[in-house]
Structures are given as structure tokens and as C-alpha cells.
């Protein structure tokens, strides 16, 4: 079946450090790749997407490059902010069958100033 | 600007009562959804529906029954609660395209207890 796996957390950065959060996938075929944003007491967030292999999605300053050959979707960015303290889920949803997004466990953020 | 609602926000449940979380969302999209979140357990798909009158299970349906007799509303009804079912459930929903490629839309959360 279907899965995803995240780096576990809290990931605790200094503001303006840099940032990785690692995701990799298992799934039959060319599955979509997401990162979901969820800020303390709301719904998550599309963050960004990526539809096929070494296609990079991009938003807010963050990035993920699907890399097929690995089978990750790592979300970066150069510099975080307090403001980016959340929790980051990496999902897929695959090209055939039933069309529901599998999650990963998600991955806390927390930036201090 | 209201998206997916979902009432309520807070609840808590004995052991073997029933109760039922609203959704409704306003923005006429065919696909609506309801998951849990666990600690460590990411979302999980409960039950969805591609359309009015039509619903289907998702990963963890045991405990929860769904009905979509119209576009706006999808509630999500727990037959006889257990504390295995305390949770937080959220409401998505989206265009057919977008349950397609995954670009959904969440309510707030409902964040339930049981004792």
C-alpha cells in the first residue's frame, strides 16, 4: 500500500536558520506529491505540490522537488521566521484507485527569535 | 469568505453515546471528506464522498456513518462512542479535480473526548 514517512520533531531552528524536513514515500506507480501546513488551532494548508518527477513546487519562500529515484519530496527553506512555527505534513495521492491522500505523521516546527 | 465549517469545535462523550460533527462547506465542490489525527498517526480517511448520494469507506470507517443527501452538508455521525474514537476530525473538501490531485480544503477541527 501506500505511505509516507517524515522526519520525526519538534525541529526547533533559530529565526533565519535553514531548514529541512525530510519526506519519503512508498507507492505503486507516479503518485502526486504535497506539503500541508497546519498553524496552531486552524485546518491545514496546501503549501505546495509537485505532479511528476523533478518537478519542484515552490510557495512562501518554501520548496520540495519530487525525486523519483529516491522516492522523496524534502521541503526546504533558506531562511525561517518565527511566523513559519507549525506543523508540516507530507502527503501523496496517487494516480489511480481510490483518489484520498495518504499523510504522514507530521513534523512540529518551532522557530525562536 | 466561511470554506468548511464544522461544528462544534470541543466535545466530550460518554462511553456508548452517539453524536454527530457537522460540515458544510459553501463553495460547491463535489468532494467531501472527514479524517482523524492522532498523535504520531498523520490524518487518517474516515469516509468521503465524490458527490450527493453517494459515499464511500475510507481507511478507519469502523464506529462512523455518513450520508450526503446534499452538496453543502457531510456529517459525520459516531453510532455508540468509544474512547478509542477520541480524536480530532477534520472536514475537507474540493473540486473533483482537486480530490484528484489532492488539493483540498480543511475546516478547523472538531476535537472530541471520550470518557
Known amino acids: 500500500g501506500n505511505s509516507v514517512t517524515q522526519m520525526e520533531g519538534p525541529v526547533t531552528l533559530s529565526e533565519e536558520a535553514f531548514l529541512t524536513i525530510n519526506c519519503t514515500y512508498t507507492?505503486?506507480?507516479?503518485?502526486?506529491l504535497f506539503w500541508y501546513v497546519q498553524y496552531p488551532g486552524e485546518g491545514l494548508q496546501l503549501l505546495l505540490k509537485?505532479?511528476?518527477?523533478?518537478d519542484k513546487g515552490s510557495n512562501k519562500g518554501f520548496e520540495a522537488t519530487y525525486r523519483k529515484e529516491t522516492t522523496s519530496f524534502h521541503l526546504e527553506k533558506g531562511s525561517v521566521q518565527v511566523s513559519d512555527s507549525a506543523v508540516y505534513f507530507c502527503?501523496?495521492?496517487?494516480?489511480?484507485?481510490?483518489?484520498?491522500?495518504?499523510f504522514g505523521s507530521g513534523t512540529r516546527l518551532q522557530v525562536q527569535p | 469568505n466561511a470554506g468548511v465549517t464544522q461544528t462544534p469545535k470541543f466535545q466530550v462523550l460518554k462511553t456508548g453515546q452517539s453524536m454527530t460533527l457537522q460540515c458544510a462547506q459553501d463553495?460547491?465542490?463535489?468532494?467531501m471528506s472527514w479524517y482523524r489525527q492522532d498523535p504520531g498517526m498523520g490524518l487518517r480517511l474516515i469516509h468521503y464522498?465524490?458527490?450527493?448520494?453517494?459515499?464511500d469507506q475510507g481507511e478507519v470507517p469502523n464506529g462512523y456513518n455518513v450520508s450526503r443527501s446534499t452538496t453543502e452538508d457531510f456529517p459525520l455521525r459516531l453510532l455508540s462512542a468509544a474512547p478509542s474514537q477520541t480524536s480530532v476530525y477534520f472536514c475537507?473538501?474540493?473540486?473533483?479535480?482537486?480530490?484528484?490531485?489532492?488539493?483540498?480544503?480543511f475546516g478547523e477541527g472538531s476535537r472530541l473526548t471520550v470518557l
Open positions: 475537507a473538501s474540493s473540486t473533483r479535480a482537486g480530490g484528484n490531485t489532492g488539493e483540498l480544503f
Open positions: 507507492a505503486t506507480g507516479y503518485p502526486s
Open positions: 509537485a505532479t511528476k518527477a523533478d
Open positions: 502527503a501523496l495521492s496517487p494516480r489511480a484507485g481510490r483518489r484520498a491522500l495518504t
Open positions: 463553495m460547491n465542490h463535489e468532494y
Open positions: 464522498s465524490v458527490g450527493a448520494g453517494i459515499t
